[in-house]
């Protein structure tokens, strides 16, 4: 979802449901083992089936779909701030909101759960989205937020700077690109959910991407254009590094036969007092002497 205070590069991401469509028929086909990412990240919450749930940056509805399955009887809204994706999503548009994560459009203490899946590290000021989601939040609920780690796609990190050294005047003194997720990602989003929530529990899911081809490999990395081609040098065109990433592709496939790439992803389940901190809290304050 892009924020209030999103950049050109996050808006034009977004203006269409292209980039998530990409991403998620990849992951569909390539990915090993084939797992459900969406589903997965559900799955770290104990549903009872009677929350009432907000899905910040709900996009097109990629988690509704699962979550309903599951859970048919949860009371779901969602609110994102790209009308187009708002459009393409399955829920009734009573229950969907165009709206910012840092001032969200609903009343104190009104959801059991609060869901922020890959969307955080686009915010401007994410710790004033924290703040507004625990204002939403009932003092028992759960947040729960996916992103990738920092040490995601490693081998495509390598492939990417090694094109912009040779493309680049300043050659091995270009400072590798930073990842999307670098202001909310597994390990430092950890220690931002501590800064308002009582306890946090991370969930790892590693996995493969294994291309046997060198088009929907370089299909999944333009599908990140927007995102990413900001920080090149300024004496690197994204065409002239996708020439190159093609060139070291079509090369390791024919020495290695496929192309693997390591994606390193996951959720954060936080919370003061509800679902898996409750008893932990309760005995905590049993033990404080009267």
């Known amino acids: 979802m892009p924020p209030a205070e999103q950049d050109d590069p996050i808006r034009r991401y977004y203006a269409t449901d292209r980039n998530l469509r990409i991403l998620e028929e990849t992951y569909a086909k390539y990915c090993v083992p084939r797992t459900d990412f969406a589903a997965w990240t559900l799955d770290t919450i104990d549903w009872t089936g009677d929350e009432v749930v907000l899905d910040i940056g709900a996009g097109i509805g990629s988690h509704y779909s699962r979550l309903i399955k599951a859970q048919p009887e949860v009371e779901y809204y969602a609110v994102d701030l790209s009308p187009n994706l708002l459009y393409k999503h399955p829920c009734a548009a009573e229950r969907l909101a165009f709206g910012d994560a840092l001032v969200l459009p609903y009343a104190d203490d009104s959801f059991d759960v609060v869901m922020a899946n890959h969307v955080l590290y686009h915010l401007a000021d994410i710790d004033t989205c924290l703040a507004e989601i625990k204002r939403v939040l009932k003092p028992d609920g759960r947040v729960l937020a996916s992103t990738d780690s920092l040490h995601t ?40 959910l501590a800064r308002h929530f009582y306890a946090v529990v991370r969930h790892d899911l590693p996995r493969q991407l294994v291309f046997d081809a060198v088009e929907p490999a370089l299909e999944y990395l333009e599908s990140m254009r927007d995102l990413r081609q900001h920080d090149l040098p300024d004496d690197v065109s994204w065409d002239d590094m996708m020439l190159i990433m093609q060139q070291q592709m079509s090369q390791l496939l024919q020495l290695l036969g496929t192309l693997e790439i390591n994606i390193a992803c996951g959720a954060l389940v936080a919370s003061d007092r509800g679902g898996f901190i409750n008893e932990f809290v309760q005995r905590d304050q049993a033990s404080v002497p009267q």
């Open 153 to 192: 796609t490693p081998e495509l990190q390598v492939l990417i700077r090694r094109a912009m050294v040779l493309l680049s005047e300043n050659g091995a003194q270009v400072q590798p690109l930073s990842l999307p997720c670098h202001a909310f990602a597994l390990e430092n989003g950890t220690r931002i």
